[in-house]
């Protein structure tokens, strides 16, 4: 079993830039996919990201790829969601998952453990 903290939302105005970090409990971090996620008000949550079990191999939504990074450091259980190029669009509470067998990588279900989110706000 695995504990996840994000951390690092906050208020940005559109084009700024913020690094989620979510710290995962447990010494079998390097065993799991780990997965971003968020929903924004009134919208159903959607897939962000993800990354494999050693970092080399990352995933993105159309909608942040080129401007989203996902990357992880095994040694510390922490993975990292740097944000770059921030829209309004962006608005959303953002949730890391965890799992250890993940079938479609965006797919929500797939993950067993999740954090308890952090906001993040882009104005415009």
């Known amino acids: 079993q695995v504990q996840l903290v994000e951390s690092g939302g906050g208020w940005v105005q559109a084009g700024g830039s913020l690094r989620l970090s979510c710290a995962a409990s447990?010494?079998?971090?390097?065993?799991?996919?780990m997965g971003w996620f968020r929903q924004a008000p009134g919208k159903e949550r959607e897939f962000v990201a993800a990354i494999s079990l050693s970092g080399c191999t990352t995933y993105y939504s159309a909608s942040v790829k080129g401007r989203f990074t996902n990357s992880r450091d095994n040694t510390k259980n922490t993975v990292y969601l740097q944000m770059n190029s921030l829209k309004p669009e962006d608005t959303a509470v953002y949730y890391c998952?965890?799992?250890?067998?993940?079938?479609?990588?965006?797919?929500?279900?797939?993950?067993?453990?999740w954090g308890q989110g952090t906001q993040v706000t882009v104005s415009s």
């Open positions: 447990g010494r079998t971090f390097s065993t799991y996919v």
């Open positions: 998952a965890a799992d250890i067998s993940v079938v479609v990588i965006s797919r929500e279900r797939d993950y067993d453990y």
